[in-house]
């Protein structure tokens, strides 16, 4: 299905963006992968070999002088774009008073205007050939509020806000817009996730650890955009039962993310410490 398509990865230098890599070069497609690590990402490519190719296009996606530039080297190379998975992100290890407005804008940049400002690059290319893909890795923290995440969680709102609200746009353009949604998966995000004060959390926590492999959930993530699905939630988590709470009590699930919550706070286990 992928076989010879361009597919555009961003945040492929680890985690979800190195395992999709992964699943699109077995099926054949021609990729293109981004981040900031440049020797993460050739590092990546040399797993790729199945791919039909792969070029690296290193840049940070919080830069907004450098979108518009990795945007023609991608044309450049590779002359068209059929999928963009926005997958670059940053997540928030932190409490609402502890943490700084910088390390707020920083994870906005990041999470929220670098994926905009991607997209609206990538849209015309899209629009000109008259098809194209977009999709980006949301998360269930797009959908529910849980605690010392509230930068992340409003970007990744934003996030589900802005790809569906685009979705309605341009549907009948032949663009299609996938929205994934996952749970806790094993990666690197939480030891890169930000403090209050905008430094590095530096460890992978509870959550994460007990999460969702990486391979299974890029191929669970895979079987969604074979099927056509417009939004692909991924986990095996508590948290994939919450999404359903949330969509049909929502009170259920504040009370039960408050308890859960003041349990914590008890026994002084908070996450950020
Ligand atoms: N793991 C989870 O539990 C989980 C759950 C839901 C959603 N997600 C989302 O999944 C996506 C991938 O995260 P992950 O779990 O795979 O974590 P990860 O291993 O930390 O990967 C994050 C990726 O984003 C890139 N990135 C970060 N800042 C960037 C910047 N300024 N410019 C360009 N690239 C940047 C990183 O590459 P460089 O450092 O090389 O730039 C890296 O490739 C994120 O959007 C995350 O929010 C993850």
């Known amino acids: 299905m992928f076989k010879n398509q361009v597919v555009w ?8 963006g190195e395992a999709l890599a992964q699943e699109f070069a077995r099926e054949g497609a021609r990729l293109i992968l981004s981040a900031r690590r440049e020797e993460a990402l050739a590092a990546v490519a040399e797993k790729c070999s199945a791919a039909a ?18 945007v023609d080297q991608v044309v450049a190379t590779a002359g068209r774009i059929d999928l963009l ?11 609402t008073i502890e943490t700084e ?7 906005f940049e990041v999470d929220v205007f670098g994926q905009i400002a991607l997209t609206k690059a990538v849209l015309p290319i899209m629009l000109e050939q008259g098809n194209g893909h977009l999709a980006v890795t949301a998360s269930v923290a797009g959908k529910i509020g849980a605690p010392f995440r509230t930068g992340y969680c409003a970007a990744k709102h934003a996030m589900m806000g802005f ?8 549907a009948h353009k032949s663009i299609r817009v996938t929205t994934i949604t996952p749970g806790y998966i094993r990666t690197s995000i939480s030891e890169n996730a930000v403090r209050g004060d905008g430094k590095t959390f530096g460890k992978t926590d509870e959550a994460i650890a007990g999460g969702m492999e990486v391979g299974p959930a890029a ?12 939004e692909i939630p991924v986990g095996v ?21 408050n308890k859960q919550y003041a349990k914590v706070a008890k026994s002084n286990q908070l996450e950020t410490q």
Request: proline share 4%.
């Open 237 to 257: 988590g508590m948290e994939m039962h919450a999404l359903r709470i949330k969509r049909y009590f929502p009170n259920l699930l504040f009370k039960i993310m």
């Open 163 to 170: 790809f569906d609200s685009l979705r309605t746009e341009v």
């Open 219 to 230: 191929e669970a993530i895979m079987r969604g955009f074979r099927k056509g699905k417009q």
């Open 53 to 70: 190719a792969v070029h690296i296009v290193p840049f940070d996606i919080a830069e907004e002088t450098a979108i518009q530039p990795a």
């Open 85 to 95: 998975i926005n997958n670059a992100g940053i997540s928030q290890r932190s409490s």
């Open 101 to 107: 407005l910088s390390t707020y804008r920083k994870l």
């Open 9 to 16: 990865i961003t945040g492929a230098s680890s985690g979800i």
